[in-house]
C-alpha cells in the first residue's frame, strides 16, 4: 500500500488545481486489490481506528486522452500538472478525463456552448473546480488550507532556493578566495621585493664604508 500521490513533482503553479481534482484522493492510499481494501476497512471500523480513503488497482477509469480536436484550446491535460508522471502510477488513473483551465467562466461558456464535452473535472489553478455533476466550486477562500501536496511543492521549492543560494555563496566564496590568493601573492613579493631593496641598500652601505676606510 502507498500514497497515490508519492513519489510526484506537481508544476508549483498547479498545486492548488490538482488538490481541487484530487479531492479526498489526494490521501488517498493505492491498494492492490478489493480483499485488501475491504480488510483495511473492516480492521479500520472494527478498531475505531479511524478512515481511510483507498484506490483499487484495475477499478476505475484510467488516464485516457481525447482526440486533440475534440480538447478546446483553452484546457490542457491535467496529467501535464505533475511533472514525472508514468502511465502506471496510481495517480494517472485519478488524472483520466481531467482538465486544467486558465480562466472558470471561459470554460463555463465553453461547457454551456457545447454541452456534450466529455470529461471529470476540470480545474484552474487557483483551484476553482467543475465536475460533470454540474457542481462548480470558487469564490474566495478566508482559510486556505496547506495540503500535503502544496506542503511538498512549498518544500520542493525552498530546497531549491536555499540550493541556489548556496550556489551564489560558493561562487562568490571562490572569488574572494580567488582575491585572498591573489592578494596573498602580492604581499609575498612585496615582501620579498622589500627584502631586496634591504638587501641592496646594505650592499651600498657596506661599499661606501669600504670607500671611505
Not at 480483499?35 to 484495475?58: H, K, N
Request: glycine share 6%; hydrophobic share 40%.
Amino acid at each position: 500500500m502507498t500514497p497515490v500521490t508519492q513519489g510526484l513533482q506537481v508544476a508549483p503553479d498547479c498545486g492548488k488545481a490538482f488538490e481541487a481534482l484530487l479531492g479526498s484522493a489526494v490521501e488517498a492510499i493505492h491498494v492492490t486489490d478489493l480483499t485488501t481494501a475491504r480488510r483495511v476497512l473492516s480492521q479500520l471500523e472494527q478498531q475505531e481506528i479511524g478512515s481511510a480513503v483507498m484506490q483499487i488497482d484495475g477499478m476505475g477509469r484510467r488516464a485516457g486522452s481525447s482526440a486533440a480536436d475534440q480538447i478546446p484550446a483553452m484546457l490542457q491535460p491535467a496529467t501535464q500538472a505533475v511533472i514525472n508522471l508514468e502511465a502506471d502510477h496510481p495517480a494517472a488513473a485519478l488524472l483520466g478525463s481531467c482538465y486544467l483551465a486558465d480562466d472558470l467562466h471561459a470554460f463555463l461558456d465553453y461547457w454551456q456552448a457545447n454541452p456534450e464535452f466529455s470529461f471529470v473535472a476540470v480545474a484552474t489553478r487557483k483551484g476553482e473546480l467543475v465536475d460533470r455533476r454540474g457542481l462548480v466550486s470558487g469564490g474566495f477562500n478566508k482559510k486556505p488550507e496547506n495540503s500535503i501536496v502544496q506542503r511538498e511543492i512549498d518544500l520542493r521549492e525552498t530546497a531549491k532556493a536555499i540550493a541556489n543560494e548556496q550556489k551564489r555563496h560558493d561562487d562568490q566564496q571562490k572569488v574572494i578566495d580567488g582575491i585572498s590568493a591573489e592578494l596573498t601573492t602580492a604581499e609575498s613579493d612585496l615582501e620579498a621585493k622589500r627584502a631586496e631593496v634591504l638587501a641592496a641598500t646594505q650592499e651600498v652601505a657596506t661599499i661606501e664604508s669600504e670607500s671611505r676606510g
